[in-house]
């Protein structure tokens, strides 16, 4: 893509009713739009990262055998009745409204109980189980704070995933098969390291959940860290009891912030009971159904990776999510300079390389602070200078020194990073 087509603009100045670090960023680099607190606008930047990301939970979820699909946003009050969850007093975050032709509905801040619900036209046999399935959802929450930018959204996007399973053992066996996939997801995009499974309080039927929690300033929860076990415990469930438990040594943990980028969680029997989603097991008995839960915060995600590889020039975007592999700044208008250009751009858009080409009149060092303040993972220069030497200037975002390398090698650098030919 060229700059001068791309309709947003980077800003140098600070939003000032911003104090997150994602958003500042995010805005000033146009990735997203501030509608209002806690609501934010993709713009194409901000999408195509938000694209990635999904495309990297989409593989793994459909790796684990499960199938995608997208529930409605409008919500009936029965269902949530049902499991006595509509009440605004049991869940604080419910924006409702009513139908013209009469009646209560509730814009979806979960799925659990409509797609358990829609799973009873699908599901009597224990032939018809395991099953398992997902979406990438817009929610809604009525949230009372929403200080944390993308990472706190009043509307926000989660990848949601639920299973039905006919034993416990069927279920657990599903259960820890998402926490590897979840940890491949964490790991691809760039936050591997520093994201943590973390016993943290279960429900009715389980007495933990487990978070997977990134270390995170920016974070909102607080996490007792064993880093050897790579296993955290929430301070909500920080008592001896659990330590004990778990077999945690108190003096070995790290009391750290952190944020809450996915969450899987066991109903047990309980939800089915509650639904109404029965099964006929093989001696012919009417069982209910085991429910599991399971959600990744796409876009707090993406707020996470933005706090966690920041410097003081602007994002860091990790290969594997940005929306550019390269940044293709043309230093002035010389015709030398900007046919080696176009030609450098064309070769590595043809091998698959993702290149944001800025074909802009401006001064060199505007190019390089945009370059910066993006994130994009390599900065390629082509100057007079550099058509001089046969080369062109090479350098990675977080890198100290540009290198200097010919036509050849830069599409032989890049193109095995984008997956592209050469
Ligand atoms: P939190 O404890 O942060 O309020 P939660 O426990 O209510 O989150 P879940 O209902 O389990 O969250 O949702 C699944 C995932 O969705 C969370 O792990 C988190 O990554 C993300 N998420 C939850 N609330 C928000 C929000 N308001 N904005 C952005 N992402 C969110
Ligand atoms: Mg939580």
């Given at each position: 893509?060229?700059?001068?087509?791309?309709?947003?603009?980077?800003?140098?100045?600070?939003?000032?009713?911003?104090?997150?670090?994602?958003?500042?960023?995010?805005?000033?680099?146009?990735?997203?739009?501030?509608?209002?607190?806690?609501?934010?606008?993709?713009?194409?930047?901000?999408?195509?990262?938000?694209?990635?990301?999904?495309?990297?939970?989409?593989?793994?979820?459909?790796?684990?055998?499960?199938?995608?699909?997208?529930?409605?946003?409008?919500?009936?009050?029965?269902?949530?009745?049902?499991?006595?969850?509509?009440?605004?007093?049991?869940?604080?975050?419910?924006?409702?409204?009513?139908?013209?032709?009469?009646?209560?509905?509730?814009?979806?801040?979960?799925?659990?109980?409509?797609?358990?619900?829609?799973?009873?036209?699908?599901?009597?046999?224990?032939?018809?189980?395991?099953?398992?399935?997902?979406?990438?959802?817009?929610?809604?929450?009525?949230?009372?704070?929403?200080?944390?930018?993308?990472?706190?959204?009043?509307?926000?996007?989660?990848?949601?995933?639920?299973?039905?399973?006919?034993?416990?053992?069927?279920?657990?066996?599903?259960?820890?098969?998402?926490?590897?996939?979840?940890?491949?997801?964490?790991?691809?995009?760039?936050?591997?390291?520093?994201?943590?499974?973390?016993?943290?309080?279960?429900?009715?039927?389980?007495?933990?959940?487990?978070?997977?929690?990134?270390?995170?300033?920016?974070?909102?929860?607080?996490?007792?860290?064993?880093?050897?076990?790579?296993?955290?415990?929430?301070?909500?469930?920080?008592?001896?009891?659990?330590?004990?438990?778990?077999?945690?040594?108190?003096?070995?943990?790290?009391?750290?912030?952190?944020?809450?980028?996915?969450?899987?969680?066991?109903?047990?029997?309980?939800?089915?009971?509650?639904?109404?989603?029965?099964?006929?097991?093989?001696?012919?008995?009417?069982?209910?159904?085991?429910?599991?839960?399971?959600?990744?915060?796409?876009t707090r995600l993406m707020g996470v990776v933005v706090e966690h590889f920041?410097?003081?020039?602007?994002?860091?975007?990790?290969?594997?999510?940005?929306?550019?592999?390269?940044?293709?700044?043309?230093?002035?208008?010389?015709?030398?300079?900007?046919?080696?250009?176009?030609?450098?751009?064309?070769?590595?858009?043809?091998?698959?390389?993702?290149?944001?080409?800025?074909?802009?009149?401006?001064?060199?060092?505007?190019?390089?602070?945009?370059?910066?303040?993006?994130?994009?993972?390599?900065?390629?220069?082509?100057?007079?200078?550099?058509?001089?030497?046969?080369?062109?200037?090479?350098?990675?975002?977080?890198?100290?020194?540009?290198?200097?390398?010919?036509?050849?090698?830069?599409?032989?650098?890049?193109?095995?990073?984008?997956?592209?030919?050469?």
């Amino acid at each position: 893509m060229k700059m001068s087509q791309l309709f947003t603009r980077t800003s140098k100045n600070v939003p000032a009713d911003e104090v997150s670090k994602n958003a500042q960023l995010l805005i000033q680099a146009g990735y997203i739009h501030k509608e209002m607190a806690g609501v934010y606008d993709y713009l194409p930047l901000g999408l195509m990262v938000l694209e990635k990301i999904k495309a990297i939970v989409r593989e793994e979820m459909n790796d684990l055998g499960s199938q995608e699909l997208i529930m409605s946003t409008l919500q009936r009050q029965e269902l949530w009745e049902k499991t006595d969850r509509w009440d605004d007093e049991k869940v604080d975050v419910w924006f409702k409204s009513k139908l013209q032709a009469g009646g209560p509905i509730g814009f979806g801040w979960s799925h659990e109980e409509p797609i358990t619900d829609m799973m009873r036209s699908f599901v009597t046999s224990y032939r018809d189980l395991p099953a398992n399935v997902y979406q990438f959802q817009t929610k809604l929450r009525n949230e009372l704070r929403a200080k944390s930018g993308i990472m706190r959204g009043r509307e926000f996007v989660m990848k949601d995933l639920y299973s039905y399973s006919r034993s416990e053992e069927e279920h657990q066996k599903f259960y820890d098969a998402v926490t590897e996939s979840y940890l491949k997801v964490f790991e691809r995009v760039g936050l591997g390291d520093s994201t943590f499974v973390t016993f943290a309080s279960g429900g009715a039927f389980t007495q933990f959940s487990h978070e997977f929690q990134t270390i995170t300033d920016a974070g909102e929860d607080i996490i007792y860290l064993d880093r050897e076990r790579k296993l955290a415990v929430n301070e909500e469930v920080y008592t001896d009891d659990v330590l004990s438990q778990l077999k945690l040594d108190k003096s070995k943990l790290e009391k750290v912030k952190a944020a809450e980028v996915g969450n899987i969680f066991s109903f047990g029997p309980v939800k089915a009971q509650q639904l109404d989603l029965y099964f006929t097991d093989e001696e012919g008995q009417q069982k209910p159904v085991i429910l599991g839960s399971y959600g990744i915060g796409i876009t707090r995600l993406m707020g996470v990776v933005v706090e966690h590889f920041a410097d003081d020039k602007g994002i860091v975007w990790p290969e594997a999510i940005a929306p550019f592999t390269v940044y293709l700044a043309r230093l002035g208008t010389d015709v030398e300079v900007v046919k080696a250009a176009e030609k450098l751009y064309n070769d590595l858009t043809q091998a698959g390389v993702a290149v944001i080409y800025d074909d802009r009149d401006v001064r060199p060092g505007e190019k390089f602070a945009d370059a910066d303040l993006m994130g994009i993972p390599y900065r390629l220069v082509v100057s007079s200078k550099t058509i001089a030497d046969k080369k062109f200037e090479i350098k990675s975002r977080t890198g100290a020194q540009p290198q200097f390398i010919t036509h050849e090698e830069v599409i032989k650098k890049l193109a095995p990073v984008a997956g592209g030919q050469v």
